[in-house]
């Protein structure tokens, strides 16, 4: 049963495309929610959530097959023979069926042969398995760095343009239709692409950057402002690309709130809201998000009697 947990688990986290494991998922929510309360005071702590959620789901994942197959191997110590000089008549207990397993898993011969065939079979699978575990996890890792760095290029980019509009008083709907078209659009890509890599490994949500203006949960309020300011635009163009980063803000407000936030049915705003919060960062832009939403709303009610009529 425990190897089956692991093995399952592992393949949910790292192969199937939902990206779901019951047990990594779990555990790194225990890790988020144990330590936020230390951020409270130590503003770095949630820096380390991330890294530890990981090495602790694969360290448990470990553990799950150590001491599943030592639990198979227990009953079976009578048909194992001892290297000369070790009195079997003291290798008889559950530690010594861990140090065979141990051994297995990580392919390294020990002190104690197994007789029979079906044994002998069993320790080759969970060598091969301890190695698949192995290359799965340094994949993993490998696999989860370039996704934070596509979220923090992201909000570093979005936080440039946030700086350029409270400082230099530019708008990006004060562009031409053809630059803001392209910008909105590229917006709208990429913040797609980091909802799809998250859905992908969820454990990216548990990585807090330490720097403000690299926070995704920081400047999702701007970019839903964004979108709501370009959707009423009255160019064509603008008003497409505005649809279209509106859809991709939809989208990964839905995924955040329903996943990480048990905020299945919450409005956009209240989950890109409490996203920030349970990040511990202040956003930008919540005041911008809020009268641009109420305003998207009149002007499309007014649209759509409009078109009634």
């Given at each position: ?206 990585f807090n950057v330490g720097e403000r203006k690299t926070g995704l949960s920081v400047v999702m309020p ?77 002007v499309t009610g007014r649209l759509n009697a409009r078109e009634a009529g």
């Amino acid at each position: 049963m425990l190897i089956a947990v692991s093995i399952l688990d592992q393949f949910q986290t790292l192969f199937y495309p939902a990206g779901h494991g019951t047990l990594s998922s779990w555990i790194g929510k225990i890790v988020w929610r144990l330590i936020r309360p230390i951020g409270r005071w130590k503003k770095n702590a949630l820096t380390f959530a991330g890294p530890i959620s990981m090495l602790l789901i694969i360290v448990v994942w470990a553990n799950l097959l150590l001491f599943g197959w030592a639990l198979l191997f227990y009953p079976e110590l009578g048909s194992f023979t001892m290297m000369q000089g070790i009195d079997p008549q003291q290798h008889h207990t559950f530690a010594d069926a861990v140090n065979i397993s141990l051994g297995s898993l990580i392919t390294l011969a020990g002190d104690m042969m197994p007789t029979k065939r079906f044994l002998r079979f069993a320790m080759g699978v969970e060598g091969v398995v301890g190695f698949g575990l192995l290359t799965a996890s340094v994949s993993w890792l490998l696999s989860v760095y370039p996704i934070l760095e596509s979220a923090r290029s992201f909000a570093q980019q979005v936080m440039s343009m946030y700086s350029a509009r409270e400082k230099a008083k530019i708008n990006l709907l004060d562009l031409p239709e053809s630059e803001a078209l392209t910008i909105f659009l590229e917006l709208a890509t990429q913040l797609a692409t980091v909802r799809n890599q998250m859905a992908q490994f969820p454990v990216t949500y548990y990585f807090n950057v330490g720097e403000r203006k690299t926070g995704l949960s920081v400047v999702m309020p701007f970019v839903a402002y964004l979108a709501d300011k370009a959707e009423v635009d009255q160019r064509p163009g603008v008003r497409l690309a505005g649809c279209v980063l509106g859809h991709a803000v939809k989208a990964f407000a839905e995924f955040i709130g329903g996943t990480f936030l048990d905020l299945p049915n919450a409005d956009r705003n209240s989950i890109l809201i409490a996203l920030a919060k349970d990040h511990m960062r202040e956003p930008v832009g919540v005041d911008l998000m809020q009268r641009s939403g109420a305003l998207s709303r009149v002007v499309t009610g007014r649209l759509n009697a409009r078109e009634a009529g």
